[in-house]
């Protein structure tokens, strides 16, 4: 069987593409947060996964307004991007890993998810950015992947006692996979922040805090709340944590827990909130 060696999670701000692209890591700006990568990097190098499971949300390159899914799974060979407008360099195609995309559509389905089924697929910065930044000495990152889009986009989104069940489900379907490849699960997004109307620059910090402490000590802390609440307390965007409560849930079905490899949170960059985990199954 699949061994599930464990979960990465990261920002994925458009402008962190250009700083990587224009070589600003050690600027003064951004080097608070490129410092949270070395030692997620040198774990990176020990465990080597094979395959990386990505929960992500999609910004309009591959869904939009008028067809948004509540989840989809890749299940293509190749996955390519465009140019989204941020001035970030598009990459060469990702590989896929098409035998695990249809066995955790299989399993998905018959525990009831219903999924969009992706054969093509474009991946946008939410997907692509965080391989730049966890293997960054490579153009494309040595791995297969396999994107699970989240709606995090357009109400009504999926709870998050939902996303919790998804992921779960995720985590178990990876340790049923026949196959000997080591897989990691990724989240994509947040942490708190919102970028438009009212509240346009608004920051929790308390939240985003306690967020991160439960992704270690209490998983299921974050599904005491509403979409609303959490719009409420995270922000618009913020709702991407909803990538991050995937991420954790999947490795709910290691029998000896997780544990942290190393964390990192810094305020602000472009407005948001941002946040590095790793974490290791033990």
Not at 41 to 52: A, C, M
Not at 165 to 185: F, P, T
């Amino acid at each position: 069987m699949a061994q599930l060696i464990g979960g990465l999670a990261t920002s994925h701000i458009p402008a962190i593409g250009g700083a990587i692209h224009k070589g600003k890591q050690n600027d003064p700006y951004w080097k608070p947060f490129f410092d949270g990568f070395p030692p997620i990097h040198q774990w990176l190098g020990k465990v080597q996964p094979d395959v990386v499971v990505v929960f992500y949300n999609d910004h309009g390159l591959n869904f939009f307004l008028d067809k948004m899914p509540t989840f989809a799974v890749g299940a293509a060979a190749t996955y390519s991007n465009a140019d989204e407008g941020w001035g970030i360099p598009t990459l060469p195609p990702i590989p896929g890993c098409p035998d695990l995309s249809w066995h955790l559509i299989r399993e998905l389905i018959a525990k009831e998810f219903d999924i969009v089924t992706c054969q093509e697929m474009l991946v946008d910065h939410a997907c692509t950015l965080p391989f730049k930044l966890f293997w960054p000495e490579h153009e494309i990152a040595p791995v297969q992947i396999v994107p699970i889009n989240i709606n995090t986009v357009q109400f009504p989104l999926p709870t998050a006692k939902r996303v919790y069940k998804l992921g779960k489900a995720v985590g178990e379907a990876i340790q049923s996979w026949d196959s000997s490849k080591r897989v990691a699960v990724m989240a994509t997004g947040g942490l708190s922040h919102q970028l438009d109307g009212e509240r346009a620059g608004f920051i929790n910090k308390q939240f985003d805090l306690q967020f991160l402490d439960s992704m270690e000590t209490n998983p299921e802390w974050a599904t005491q709340f509403s979409d609303l609440e959490l719009v409420e307390k995270a922000g618009t965007q913020g709702v991407e944590l909803l990538m991050w409560l995937a991420m954790r849930a999947a490795l709910t079905v290691s029998a000896s827990g997780v544990r942290k490899v190393h964390s990192n949170y810094h305020i602000p960059i472009s407005n948001t909130a941002t946040g590095v985990l790793a974490l290791e199954t033990v």
